[in-house]
């Protein structure tokens, strides 16, 4: 869908029934609500894709930030990957697992480190098979094992009686994202975070006239966003000035 208006927007979901033609500002502050930088695409396009070019503006120009504070949406192989490589922390939310109604859940899968192999909830082996394109390495079943499993429904439906179970090959530090989540120090930093950047886009919207675009254009949007955060900003630091020096 492309619109006639302003070609260069994207189609955005907001919520499961209402689609607009919008664009989306991914935007990342400290913790006194400062924005540090943002990066604006279409309304289409993922917040895992608009990552990498709004990680290497805050690492470009904020190279002393420790910890990583963001949604689900960014819980990937790829930026787990690269957070934690740069020797900083991802702390992130939990995901609900995608599972089929009525089948066994996905950590009923157990991965075994040292055979590189699967364990069914039957207790069978699922081997390595092959690494898709994708990333993804496939661990089989057997057929002839998943034939007679009491549980084959809850687990497959494949006409060749095969299993399939995936694993990225960077799963180990969505693992490790999922540990880190646990600890009281990042729950704590992750509550936090609808008091930080919930409240920019809140106060942008309601207070700033950003709930809606007047511009047309990629570049244009880009440089109006850009505009009001650097007011925003002005703003905050007028008022801690002021504040500073008027303490009564």
């Not at 990937?76 to 990957?81: G, N, Q, S």
Request: proline share 4%.
């Amino acid at each position: 869908m492309v619109s006639t208006t302003d070609p260069e927007s994207g189609v955005f979901h907001k919520g499961e029934h209402k689609k607009c033609f919008a664009y989306e500002a991914h935007t990342a502050c400290d913790k006194h609500n400062f924005i540090l930088g943002v990066h604006v695409t279409p309304g289409n396009v993922h917040d895992s894709v608009a990552f990498d070019s709004l990680y290497d503006e805050l690492c470009k120009y904020h190279p002393e930030h420790k910890t990583v504070v963001a949604d689900s949406a960014y819980k990937t192989p790829w930026i787990c990957k690269r957070i934690f490589e740069s020797g900083r922390v991802l702390s992130t939310c939990y995901t609900r697992p995608k599972t089929k109604e009525n089948s066994h859940p996905w950590w009923a899968y157990v991965y075994d480190e040292y055979f590189d192999d699967v364990i069914c909830p039957e207790y069978h082996a699922l081997h390595y098979s092959t690494t898709n394109r994708d990333g993804y390495r496939e661990y089989k079943s057997r057929a002839y094992l998943c034939k007679i499993c009491p549980t084959r429904g809850m687990c497959t439906e494949n006409a060749k009686c095969e299993k399939t179970v995936l694993r990225h090959v960077w799963q180990d530090y969505v693992e490790m994202a999922e540990h880190i989540r646990h600890m009281a120090v990042y729950k704590e930093l992750y509550r936090l975070r609808k008091e930080k950047i919930e409240r920019v886009f809140a106060d942008a919207k309601e207070k700033h006239g950003m709930r809606y675009t007047q511009y047309r254009g990629l570049a244009q949007v880009t440089n109006w966003v850009k505009l009001k955060f650097a007011a925003m900003n002005l703003k905050k630091l007028a008022i801690w000035k002021w504040n500073a020096t008027h303490p009564g």
